[in-house]
């Protein structure tokens, strides 16, 4: 036979090539899939050294950090190394080395037990370990640290291992940015409600000084005053009780905004004797604009009892409340009802005020919005109102709803799991 060429023993190398190819890929893919499912630091280095070991199929796997000096490398996650081992301080016998793996070369050391360019070949020979494949960590603008895959078999690594293994450092990287990023961003929020908070305490006691002392003046114990004085320290005290009003929204809503700081004991709170009573207190501001306040509650006194604080349940009922009578024109409706079933308990506080506009809805919850119509009507307000009413009832485990028609009336709803009994 002439001409006839035998290709089966190439197809057959390509297709094995082919088949490990898509192997890695989907180890690799897998790999990734776990380590950028949190956001967690030190669970995304563990979890980065335990499936570099896994998809590179060797028995252990180290990960190494640069500190903030840039020159050091920390160990921050293993898998499969003893504690002594791990003990080491840098890896690579030359300075100049390391630079270059930092620089995005990989190293691939035979056997380190044997290996000039591994520091501690005595260690590598007590703990077995043979096959060093290391690869660097790499972010968007620099190298972060390494990733090193091991292998008890003496010449383990070929050069498809190292392009794999750069493709983990290239993931690996991403993810630890990633997580390094969202824990900046956590501490950020923590310090800046941390200063709201001290700012405003340092605040709240010198303004209620100047409140007492106000209010000493105004009412004649210091002297006679002539009636151009008292109407005027009036309005520096009402100055005074808003200033007083913004510090005590603020205060609430850093603590509402850090968990840590929020310990508040959670007892079951009657939902008709809160709503009662917020009715009794804000019944004299309602009939000084002749509007009538009145609630209707299905009395199902097991039902409506959820977990909370009555203090901050107080706040939500009058905050929800307090707005209806502001935003209503006098001789107008507000009224409130609490309803059960299904596992919730609901409170719908109605208004036939002056409504609000659609294009406010998506700001309505946002600190220190104030819809256009509300500005119009009420100069007085700080648009604090709602965001911590939203915090609190989210922190109940509760749900927050609007329902609103322009010039015709709005219905806040908000409904919080009932305690089982
Ligand atoms: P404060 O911080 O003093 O409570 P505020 O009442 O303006 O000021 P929020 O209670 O946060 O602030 O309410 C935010 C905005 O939502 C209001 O300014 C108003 O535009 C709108 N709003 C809230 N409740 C009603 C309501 N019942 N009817 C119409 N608009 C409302
Ligand atoms: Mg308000």
Redesign the pocket.
Known sequence: MVGAIDFSNDINALNQRLRLANERLTALYESTQTITSTLELNQVLERLAQSTAHVMNVEACSIRMLDETGTRLKLVASHGLSENYLQQGLVLESEDLLRRVLAEETINIGDATQDARWAYPSQAETEGLHSILIAPLIGKKDALGLVLAVSHQPYHFVDDDAKFLVAIGRQGGIAIENALAFEALAKNEESKSKFVRTVTHELRSPVSTIRSLLRTFAEGYLGELTDTQRDTIERILRRADFLQ?LID?LLDLAAGKSDSLMHEANTHVQLDAIIERVIKRLQIDAREKKIELTCLSVRHDQDAIVLAAEEGMERVLG??V???I???PRGGRVFVSLSSGEGVARID?S?S????PEE?FPY??DEF???????AL?K??????????KDIVTRYGGQMS?R?QLNA??T?TVTFPIVSQ
Do not use: C, E, H
Request: net charge positive.
């Open positions: 009003m929204d905050n929800l307090s707005n209806a502001k935003y209503t506080v208004d005020g002056i409504g609000i406010s309505l919850f919005y104030r819809a256009p119509n509300a500005r009420v007085q307000g700080t648009g604090l109102g709602l965001a911590i009413t609007v609103s009336g709005t806040f």
